[in-house]
């Protein structure tokens, strides 16, 4: 079944950088279209970055210019370069399918304090 494991997260000051990573089995990755999620406290769950299985990215406004995602084929994984971060940035970051499978992983929990 899908499997989706993220990790990378923590506390990190305003302005600083952190670089997420998501390992992902159980579908054939490379002819995915891959997308990063982010769910705060008390609210629904968003689409902040996406990447094709040809490696063209799209991203939210509220992160354009300061998060980068990228993938690599051979290890089934995408990562999310994430720059310049903001206390609205806070909260856990998913990865999954675009569009998304039902399975979810664990998430990793990005903390931007001022």
């Known amino acids: 079944q899908v499997q989706l494991v993220e990790s990378g997260g923590g506390l990190v000051q305003v302005g600083g950088s952190l670089r997420l990573s998501c390992a992902a089995s159980?579908?054939?990755?490379?002819?995915?279209?891959m997308g990063w999620y982010r769910q705060a406290p008390g609210k629904e769950r968003e689409l902040v970055a996406r990447?094709?299985?040809?490696?063209?990215?799209n991203y939210a406004n509220s992160v354009k210019g300061r998060f980068t995602m990228s993938r690599d084929n051979a290890k089934n994984t995408v990562y999310l370069q994430m720059n310049s971060l903001k206390p609205e940035d806070t909260a856990n970051y998913y990865c999954?399918?675009?569009?998304?499978?039902?399975?979810w992983g664990q998430g990793t929990q990005v903390t931007v304090s001022s």
């Open positions: 159980g579908f054939i990755f490379r002819i995915n279209n």
């Open positions: 999954n399918g675009y569009p998304y499978y039902r399975e």
């Open positions: 990447i094709t299985s040809g490696g063209i990215a």
